[in-house]
Every structure is written in structure tokens, then in C-alpha cells.
């Protein structure tokens, strides 16, 4: 497994060794030992997550507030996505911060989203399954969504000119990062 480095400290990107030929594909989509290796962290899977989305839908950018952060390990198994994490730790140097990376089935590459981070997606394919592997139970009390469009983090999302993304309601009413700093 090959570990990318992104531009945001402690968020990396999983490039697995696939093996092909004729009859398919093989690959070890996770091994405890070389995540615990490439991140520093012990982590205790708990809950795993699949969505399935249309083309056009935004969903995020969500995180749970300690004690109940996610940590999450996000895979597009089938279409495409341009996946996103905002860096939203306290006293992070990259606080506000954003890195995007296109996912998808052809790909294969994971991304590893620390606690402290809020994570999004939006579907470039016509339909896209992603499946997230995640430190930590769902906790409704403890979440927070931040703006797609927040002009403070200034997103660049490969979204076509003059198309606005489908976005749940929730999702619709997000705050503004200067409103999460409130909060936080």
C-alpha cells in the first residue's frame, strides 16, 4: 500500500496494490498493522457507513464534537467523488484549511480523515457508493456542518458554473465556520 501525503497534517491518502488480470482484480483494502504504521494512530473501528448518491448531491461537511469525534476511513466503491476534509481541531496551524482528492472505483484510493476534521463529498459520476470505516459511534447530539460555500475556507469544488449542488436540508442550513468558532 502506497501512503500520499496531502498538504493537511495527519490526512493521507491510501493507494493500494491491486493485483489484475483477465478474471479481475485483488486488493487489501485495509490491514490494521499499516494504517497504525502510515498513521500513528491505534484506532478501533466501531461503525461502518455506505452511501449511495446521484450526480450533483453534496453531502457534508460534517463532523461529531468530542467526546464524540469520528476519525473516518473513506472509500468510493462505485462512480466517482471529489472527497473533502476541513481541517476544524482548535489550535491547529492548518485550522480552516481544506484538501480535496477525486475517489472512485478506478482509483481505489482511500482517504484517512482524522478527528477534528470535517468531511464532505460531492458526486462527479452519474451515481457513486461510498462506504467510510469510522472511530466512533454516530452521536446526533454531537454533530456540526459547516457550509459547502463558506467564503472563510473558500472551498473549490469541481462543481459546473451556474449549477448549484443537491444538499439535505441539513446540510442547506450549515454553519459558517465564523459560527462553528462559537461554538467551538
Known sequence: MNVIKTALPDVLLFEPK?????????????????????TGVTAEFVQDN?????????????????????????RCVQ????DVAV????????????IGAELSADN???????????HGFYVLSETAEVIYKCVGYYAPQAELSLRWDDE?????????????PLLSPKDAEALRLKDILKIK
Open 152 to 164: 472563510d475556507v473558500n472551498i473549490v469544488w469541481p462543481i459546473p458554473a451556474m449549477q448549484l
Open 79 to 82: 462512480g466517482t467523488v471529489f
Open 18 to 38: 491491486v493485483f489484475g488480470d483477465d478474471r479481475g482484480f485483488f486488493y487489501e483494502s485495509f490491514n490494521q498493522k499499516l494504517f497504525e504504521e502510515a
Open 50 to 74: 455506505h452511501s449511495r448518491s446521484k450526480k450533483n448531491v453534496l453531502r457534508g461537511l460534517h463532523l461529531q464534537q468530542e467526546p464524540f469525534a469520528q476519525g473516518k476511513l473513506v
Open 87 to 98: 481541517d476544524l481541531r482548535p489550535g491547529s496551524a492548518s485550522f480552516g484549511q481544506w
Open 108 to 118: 481505489r484510493h482511500q482517504v484517512w480523515i482524522p478527528k477534528g476534521f470535517a
